[in-house]
T-cell receptor, first 112, second 115 residues
Framework: DAGVTQSPTHLIKTRGQQVTLRCSPK?????VSWYQQALGQGPQFIFQ???????QRGNFPDRFSGHQFPNYSSELNVNALLLGDSALYLC???????????FGQGTRLTVV | QQQVKQSPQSLIVQKGGISIINCAYE??????FPWYQQFPGKGPALLIA?????SEKKEGRFTISFNKSAKQFSLHIMDSQPGDSATYFC??????????????FGQGTILTVHP
């Protein structure tokens, strides 16, 4: 079982650019959630996808958007990058109706 | 509004000692309380979790104690080892309905276990 995989592992972007991060959930899981973890902080919930639709969303601006594909993999898109978007972006997968969530290793995004 | 408060921010323990990390929550609708362990450069790994219908859950050297009336829960690591040195996060979730799977995390505790 490959677990939750994310790509890329590291990324450097310039302020104002757009970025796409990718996530493949754990085998058998159908729900993907995205979190932002600033340095020294706990992860903050961005949004969650199930059946290719956004189920719920945290307190993040519309610059953050996502997508889920029929194979349950997911993308996180961030437009008009700000310096404050620099963080570790984590993907968590779960099975709808089950509480346990499993995280990937994250993508470290640096905005310069 | 921070809904899950975690303490201490950092903790130093000698090998073989007991590490204790505490969390308090505000939202009484929370009904699932996991603990995650995170090593530098890695994603959080699920350690152990508890629901409010039990006051204690033990898995190996890790124990969660839960006090529903006080809205507090804690992680105890028995016989702490240098390999346990990591950042620990408590979290809470309101399962059921449309809000399932939206974890609210504490600020984290950096645990250092000296040999």
């Amino acid at each position: 079982d490959a677990g939750v995989t994310q790509s890329p592992t590291h990324l450097i972007k310039t302020r104002g650019q757009q970025v796409t991060l990718r996530c493949s959930p754990k085998s058998g899981h159908d729900t993907v959630s995205w979190y932002q973890q600033a340095l020294g902080q706990g992860p903050q919930f961005i949004f969650q996808y199930y059946e290719e639709e956004e189920r719920q969303r945290g307190n993040f601006p519309d610059r953050f958007s996502g997508h889920q594909f029929p194979n349950y993999s997911s993308e996180l898109n961030v437009n008009a990058l700000l310096l404050g978007d620099s963080a570790l972006y984590l993907c968590a997968s779960s099975l709808l109706g089950r509480a346990e969530a499993f995280f990937g290793q994250g993508t470290r995004l640096t905005v310069v | 509004q921070q809904q899950v408060k975690q303490s201490p921010q950092s903790l130093i323990v000698q090998k073989g000692g007991i590490s204790i990390i505490n969390c308090a929550y505000e939202n009484t609708a929370f009904d699932y309380f996991p603990w995650y362990q995170q090593f530098p450069g890695k994603g959080p790994a699920l350690l152990i979790a508890i629901r409010p219908d039990v006051s204690e859950k033990k898995e190996g050297r890790f124990t969660i104690s839960f006090n529903k009336s006080a809205k507090q829960f804690s992680l105890h690591i028995m016989d702490s080892q240098p390999g346990d040195s990591a950042t620990y996060f408590c979290a809470a979730d309101k399962t059921g309905g449309t809000s399932y799977g939206k974890l609210t995390f504490g600020q984290g505790t950096i645990l250092t276990v000296h040999p």
